[in-house]
């Protein structure tokens, strides 16, 4: 098995301080989210940023400050940004983060009912996103919110867009979606070809389940406030770092050694800016 990669998705479009006052979302509590996550044991960064008003943006500018921020503080972390955005956001809203110089964005591979709205992603708005990716050497993770978004994906291999090894975020739990089961799970790991990569995105209470059967599978884990905001029930969480720090914690009594960002761009067959620089 490879070493474990754990992504931390800090903030999220959906949560806000109400739901949890420790939620960053301001360009400097996301970097200091970030560095402290990292420093717990993560090795990928997935971010969305947030507007003066504390919404969800995709302005090119904050993501800017943000990742600048970031990298000041931990300048070897992997850093994704999301070009999912939040529900309803047009499609040139959210190609925005592309613009920068960034190793990793995320490709929804499909539309899937998401709570109380649709998050739209027709084939014509995943080829785009994918051929700008390609163009400018951006390593996808692929979002997979429903089973039937891992033949979209394929569909775009075969069309070129894509290159193997693909690597697969399981985003399972949001309402709407695929349910966070453990069965589930092996069904979407089952599914993909086997040179491919994946990682697990449990929402809610399926965050802590999933991420252990990743771990066991060989998979690798996400956790953070974008997909829950509780270290137990009833519990919230005081930090991202916290809920990275349970992933290695169980990474260690089972015997899975974490990766670094180094190893971790090596597992993913990123090429490292930083190293070219
Ligand atoms: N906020 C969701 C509607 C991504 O980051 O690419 C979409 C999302 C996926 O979070
Ligand atoms: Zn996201």
Redesign the pocket.
Same mark, same amino acid.
């Given at each position: 098995m490879e070493k474990l990669i754990i992504t931390a998705a800090i903030c999220?479009? *959906?949560a806000y301080k109400s739901d949890n006052p420790d939620l960053p979302i301001t360009p400097a509590e996301l970097a200091q989210a970030a560095d402290e996550a990292y420093r717990a044991g993560a090795s990928i960064i997935?971010l969305?940023v947030r507007d003066e008003n504390g919404e969800p943006t995709q302005s090119k500018a904050v993501f800017a400050e943000t990742i600048g921020l970031i990298k000041e503080k931990c300048p070897e972390v992997i850093i994704q940004p999301?070009?999912?955005?939040?529900?309803g956001m047009s499609v040139e809203e959210r190609l925005q983060p592309l613009e920068l110089e960034v190793e990793m964005a995320?490709l929804?591979c499909g539309t899937v009912n998401?709570g109380s709205g649709v998050?739209y992603n027709p084939p014509q708005y995943i080829e785009r996103f994918a051929e700008i990716m390609k163009e400018r050497g951006i390593k996808p993770e692929i *979002?997979v919110f429903e089973v039937g978004m891992i033949q979209n994906a394929l569909r775009l291999w075969k069309k070129g867009l894509l290159e193997m090894p693909l690597h697969f975020d399981f985003v399972m739990g949001v309402p709407g979606g695929i349910p966070g089961t453990v069965k589930n799970l092996l069904h979407l790991a089952e599914t993909i070809p086997q040179q491919c990569s994946w990682t697990v995105a449990g929402i809610g209470r399926a965050e802590l389940p999933l991420a252990a059967m990743a771990i066991i599978m060989g998979g690798h884990v996400r956790v953070g406030f974008?997909d829950n905001l509780f270290y137990r029930y009833k519990q919230l969480a005081v930090s991202n770092a916290e809920l990275v720090a349970r992933v290695v914690r169980l990474a260690r009594e089972l015997e899975r050694p974490v990766a670094k960002p180094a190893e971790a761009r090596r597992i993913l067959g990123i090429a490292s800016k930083k190293e070219e620089n």
């Open positions: 999220g479009a *959906e997935h969305h999301s070009t999912g955005g939040a529900v995320t929804t998401f998050f *979002e974008e």
